[in-house]
């Protein structure tokens, strides 16, 4: 009998490892931070398997990884063996880190997908479903590389060419998803030292905001510059003068409109800091844009520049060029604003709605520091009586990201049917209809408490 109390007692103690792999989330992250939410650690997971990927399809690009990519079914030939010639001087093996990319990301794709049909409608954290959610992840990561190992055997035949124009369709809603952030971030920030002034009577915190609303219109100014500079010729490039300068014309608009009286009235919390914001963002987007103009003489970061600058390049004299600035400030904000989807916690009632978020009341949010305080070191679960997030709509906002990462990385270029990478004015239309899209988007959360009184913005 007593060895059978000794087993009992030492049978909990027998496989941590194994409970934490299978269990819940905050078993896994409990060491790292301490009293956290249970939805906010199960978020932040599931994006850690979303930068997982990016990583991997960053590995893919590589020279010394896509020399080893020919021996996949997909590989750069054509017919019985007979290599494709590329007429866009871009070597084989780069065609190849590209197709890598595209199945990366289309199992990322699938992967956030198949769970996003499975959360439809979860309540609560009562609902067997959330289990799924908040543990399981050993099994979790297993299902993300089966589903990766099979994306890699897809046969090429028309797949890149379909994928592509999935990914500028998920991209243009991920910019517009980015834009709601980026106001959203704003707002947070503006209400935070509007308070912090009120409670201390200080009258910095007003120069903290006057001093970052001026440096966002500075550094929007400057961009517009150097748009005009680098992107434009004097007697050619009508296009990229025409979306800069309409793009300055709007974001002078909206800041006009974030002040009017009758605006501030109704939302007293607008100002120029969300309006400077949304600037930068607008003309940050424009200068994406831009970067896929097809015309070398109106886009400085096209596919191939000069190997030797010292005389005229011929073919031998293209070298592929990925990594350009546009790529690398769109994949730092790209990580900036996914993490933001995983931590943030608005009260902002018309963004809490377009990102199908719940505000915390005070006293919930009160109740749930005391039981953070309590479970000592362990994560806890604060959805008991209601999801703070929508499960479905939260995975597919990562499906939406593996589709604009995808296209980030690749640069917007388009495999055509002859297997050459292009850039097209798809790529083009596509960022500078997502600009207009959010500034129309920003505009609605402005006008809104105007154009329908009867409804509760507070």
Known sequence: MRSMRLREREAPRQDPTASCLCGSAPCILCGCCPSSRNSTISRLVFTAFLFLGVLVSIIMLSPGVESQLHKLPWVCEEGAGTPVILRSHIDCGSLLGHRAV???????????????????????????????????????????????????????????NIWFYCGVVGSFLFILIQLVLVVDFAHSWNQQWLGKAEEHDSRAWYAGLFFFTLLFYSLSITAVTLLFIYYTQP??????????????????????????????????????????????????????AL?????QKCNPHLLTHFGNGTGPAGPEGYVTQWWDAPSIVGLIIFILCTLFISVRASDHRQVNSLMRTEECPPMVEAAQQRQGAACDGRAFDN????????????????????LHIMMTLTNWYRPSETQKMISTWTAVWVKICASWAGLLLYLW?????LLLPNRDFS
């Open 235 to 288: 007697s050619a490039c009508y296009e990229g003068k025409v979306f800069i300068s309409l793009n300055l014309i709007l974001c002078v608009c909206i800041s006009i409109i974030a002040i009017l009286p009758k605006v501030q009235e109704a939302q007293p919390n607008s100002g120029l800091l969300q309006a400077s914001a949304v600037t930068l963002y607008t003309i940050f987007v424009t200068w994406l």
């Open 383 to 402: 959805e008991q009586d209601g999801v703070t997030y929508s499960y479905s709509f939260f995975h597919v906002c990562l499906v939406l990201a593996s």
């Open 291 to 295: 970067s896929n103009v097809p015309d």
């Open 445 to 449: 959360t402005l006008v809104a408490p």
């Open 102 to 160: 595209y199945r990366m990301c289309f199992a990322m794709t699938a992967f956030f997908f198949l769970f996003a049909l499975l959360m439809m409608c979860v309540r609560s954290s009562r609902d067997p479903r959330a289990a799924i959610q908040n543990g399981f992840w050993f099994f979790k990561f297993l299902i993300f590389v089966g589903i990766t190992v099979g994306a890699f055997y897809i046969p090429d035949g028309s797949f890149s």
